[in-house]
Nanobody, 121 residues
Framework: VQLVESGGGLVQPGGSLRLSCAAS????????MSWVRQAPGKGLEWVSG????????YYADSVKGRFTISRDNAKNTLYLQMNSLKPEDTAVYYC???????????????WGQGTQVTVSS
């Protein structure tokens, strides 16, 4: 099982980034997925989740209206479009697969290695 995030980087406040998470080694379309982040010196914060079939999505209040989660089951890939980025969005972003419920919420069975997002002028 492998989850590989990409797309992180340095962006100015108000800018945008699109994160990707490439999945392999399991039946991606059967698992709900989430994005979880960890800011420097802080604990894990759940950001967004999506059903296995993409029919429902969830967002933390801190990112609602700015971030959009999506998935392409044909490509075994999860995405997070991040707009209107703020310095407080600076964190390592992880994608995570649920344990087969399909709803995209915890507990999570598989984790990626993370990608760094830094929002700074």
């Amino acid at each position: 099982v492998q989850l590989v995030e990409s797309g992180g980087g340095l962006v100015q406040p108000g800018g945008s980034l699109r994160l990707s998470c490439a999945a392999s080694g399991f039946t991606f379309s059967s698992y709900g997925m989430s994005w979880v982040r960890q800011a420097p010196g802080k604990g894990l914060e759940w950001v967004s989740g999506i059903y296995s079939d993409g029919s429902n999505t969830y967002y933390a209040d801190s990112v609602k209206g700015r971030f959009t989660i999506s998935r392409d089951n044909a490509k075994n890939t999860l995405y997070l479009q991040m707009n209107s980025l703020k310095p407080e969005d600076t964190a390592v972003y992880y994608c995570a697969a649920d344990r087969g419920s399909g709803y995209g919420l915890g507990p999570f069975g598989y984790w990626g290695q993370g990608t760094q997002v830094t929002v700074s002028s």
